[in-house]
């Protein structure tokens, strides 16, 4: 579990559009690095919020493909990602991690093992 950051770094987790940061890595983003209450998408404290919670894996697509723009965008920082809907939003590493194939080769991108060994035919 991380519970602190470098200076340029940022906590990606997942969350629900409403910005309710109750439970799982979204509580560790709102108790440690400034997520906000009520924002659910994108930048927020040094966190960043990608929803999980609104329904099956092709709606989370967008805002994994918003986060990876994101991410190119900001090579200043780099972006620890956890994985992301395989806690309280159930999902699979192995549905999750081939979201992340355009991420695999973004040098400000750490993705957790789980989604690398996923991703492995990408390297």
Known sequence: MITSLA??????FGSNLAGAHAGGAARVAHRYFG???????GLT???YAIPTMQG???????????????????SELTFLV?????????FRDSEIAPLFADAIHVEN???????????ADHL
Request: charged content about 20%.
């Open 7 to 12: 200076l340029n770094e940022i906590f990606v």
């Open 109 to 119: 991108v750490i993705l957790p093992k789980e989604f690398v060994e996923c991703l």
């Open 45 to 47: 404290g040094r966190s």
């Open 56 to 74: 099956g894996v092709s709606t989370i697509q967008p805002y994994v493909d918003q986060f990876i723009a994101f991410a190119r965008e900001h």
């Open 35 to 41: 997520a906000e209450w009520g924002k659910g998408v």
């Open 82 to 90: 956890t994985r992301i809907g395989c806690g309280i939003a159930g």
